[in-house]
Structure formats: structure tokens, C-alpha cells
């Protein structure tokens, strides 16, 4: 039986992973490529942008990747439609979320809040100042450092060190607690004030003072993979994991299935057919699905944090083949 299984839901099944980014390698592209995107879940899983303005992107998994790292797979952020004169309140970033209860053993909210480290591979279009930025969801609270690209399109590795936040700690639940964020781009109302690097702090004026714009051109491309976050002030080597054991990580957040079932039943019945998710699912998932063949009709699909139900009608007999169903538990 898998680990997945065993545990209650709710648990992290996956605990003592040194990373604390899943899919930081984007070996796992569950959602394929995505276009027209604006806020959104991206081509590879566990990674969103957010926008506000008139950038769009398409995001797909890409073979471009540093050499000699041992990397397969990157994510691709293609401006498909530019964000050249920004407004004040224009953004656009790319975001990793954390669940609170996975972050419990740095300490937050105590005299003894640890130091984390991130490590990225990134390739810009633009040279120049660039910000990253942790924010403590629970508290309201951002932790913003600038990191420079000095050639574009080119792979480079930053490092940065972030101080623990001993103010506030992060709810020990299956919510929200810690997100990081890759800026592409931002208006005043985030940059226009005085950068409090690695400073915790709640002024959004001082977030990404000195960002330049990776979104004013079509052109433009932003690639991203190799991510790591670990406790400490001194980057490791990359925890390479193995595809499936990412996969199962993902797919506690989102799953994508296809399924073939025939069955058969009277005029006006319902015939109920429960499945088991592969793995057990941060909460009750949001649930689609597209049908290629049918005789009846879906009246209802339901879940909870292991399986799905559906509840069907047939006309006489029902079959149903290349059932895609997707259960969406994303933070």
C-alpha cells in the first residue's frame, strides 16, 4: 500500500526532505502547456503566476536548462503580450506556496525563528536588479532582497539568506503559510519606496524598489528551475529526487486522471462509481472533467480528501471511455 495511503490526510507523508520546494527541478508538468495566462497555475505544477495589468503569458516545461547541473526540465515563461508603460498598480511575479503545517520546525514566532536559504537557477531577459521575496501569509508580513542579473538570457545561480521572523507564527493547518515570490515585474505602489532588504516588514511601497520589467516586450522569455529552500544560512547541493516521488508530492494539490468505465442500468437510476485518488489530498478538491464518449448523463461528482464519487444516469446502458478528470486542492 502507498505511504499516501497509510497516513492520515492532512499529514506531510514526505517528511525529513531537506528541500522544502516541491518540483523544483519541474520535472512534473500534470496541466501541459498553458496559454493566455494571467493569474493562474502554470504549465509546471506547484509554481502560479500572478498579474494584474496587461501582460499575458504562455508557460510550458521546457528543456532549456543549465549545463552540467543535472537538469531536465525548466519552466518557460513566454510574454506573449507585453506589459510595456507599467501603472501603479501593475504586477507580475511567479509564486511557489508552502502549507503552514510543513513549516512548523523553523521556529516562527519564537527568539529562535531559523534562517532559511533559497538557491535558484534563472534565466532573464533583462540585466539589472531583480527581487525576490518571501511573504509570511499568515502575519501579512514580506521579506524582499534584490539578486542582479548580469547577462541576459543566460543561466545564472543566485543564492540568498533570509533571517527567520520571530514576530509571528505560521498556523499549524493545512492552509497557507509561506509564499515566494519571483518578480517580472512592478508598479509604484510596490516599488516606489525604500527597499528593506531582508527586513520582515508590511509596506508594500518598499517590497521591489529597483525591479526592472521582464514583461515590456513579447520577446521576452524567463526560465526558472534547480529551486531549493532549506534551513540554514548556507546553500546545499540540490536534493534531486526521483520523478515519481515529485509526482506524488504534486498530486496531493492537484491529479489529473483518466478513466475507462463501462456499466449499465434502468431508466431513471442512478449508479454510483467511487475512485481513489493516488494520493491523499491537502483538503476536499475542487472536481472537472471532460467525457470523450458517453450514453447518459453525470448528475453529480463529488470527493473527499481520498476519493471521488460520480453519480450517473443511463438511458439503458451507459459507457463511458476517456473520462479526464482533474481534482484541484491547490493552495
Known amino acids: 500500500m502507498a505511504l499516501s495511503k497509510i497516513l492520515p490526510a492532512g499529514q506531510d507523508q514526505f517528511a525529513g526532505a531537506r528541500n522544502l520546494i516541491i518540483n523544483g527541478a519541474m520535472q512534473v508538468a500534470q496541466r501541459g502547456t498553458q496559454t493566455n495566462q494571467t493569474t493562474a497555475f502554470t504549465a509546471c505544477d506547484r509554481f502560479d503566476i500572478a498579474v494584474n495589468g496587461a501582460a499575458i503569458m504562455t508557460t510550458s516545461q521546457d ?18 503580450t507585453a506589459d510595456s508603460s507599467l501603472a501603479a498598480s501593475d504586477l507580475a511575479l511567479l509564486r511557489h506556496k508552502i502549507e503552514a503545517q510543513n513549516l512548523q520546525h523553523l521556529l516562527y514566532g519564537t527568539s529562535d525563528a531559523k534562517n532559511i536559504t533559497l538557491s535558484f537557477w534563472v534565466r532573464s531577459p533583462k540585466t539589472g536588479t531583480h527581487i525576490i521575496e518571501l511573504r509570511h501569509a499568515n502575519a501579512s508580513y514580506y521579506n524582499s532582497q534584490a539578486y542582479t542579473i548580469n547577462t541576459a538570457d543566460t543561466w545564472q545561480n543566485v543564492t540568498v539568506t533570509f533571517d527567520g521572523y520571530t514576530a509571528a507564527a ?94 449499465s442500468g434502468l431508466d431513471g437510476s442512478n449508479i454510483y462509481l467511487s475512485h481513489e485518488f493516488a494520493v491523499v489530498k491537502r483538503a476536499a478538491p475542487t472536481m472537472t472533467y471532460t467525457v470523450s464518449q458517453s450514453s447518459g448523463s453525470i448528475n453529480s461528482l463529488t470527493a473527499s480528501t481520498d476519493h471521488y464519487r460520480w453519480a450517473i444516469s443511463g438511458t439503458s446502458v451507459g459507457a463511458w471511455s476517456g473520462v479526464l478528470v482533474k481534482a484541484d486542492a491547490e493552495l
Open 170 to 263: 505560521f498556523n499549524n493547518d493545512n492552509g497557507l503559510g509561506l509564499v515566494i515570490d519571483w518578480w517580472l515585474a512592478a508598479g509604484s505602489t510596490f516599488s516606489g519606496g525604500t527597499l528593506a532588504s531582508n527586513t520582515w516588514q508590511n509596506t508594500d511601497a518598499n517590497r521591489t524598489v529597483g525591479q526592472v520589467n521582464c514583461v515590456d516586450n513579447a520577446a521576452n522569455n524567463f526560465y526558472l528551475t534547480g529551486v531549493q529552500l532549506e534551513v540554514g544560512s548556507t546553500a546545499t547541493d540540490f536534493e534531486h529526487r526521483s520523478y515519481g516521488d515529485e509526482l506524488a508530492r504534486c498530486q496531493r494539490y492537484y491529479e489529473t486522471s483518466t478513466a475507462t468505465d463501462y456499466f
Open 63 to 80: 528543456t532549456t536548462v543549465p549545463s552540467g547541473q543535472g537538469f531536465s526540465n525548466s519552466l518557460k515563461i513566454d510574454v506573449t
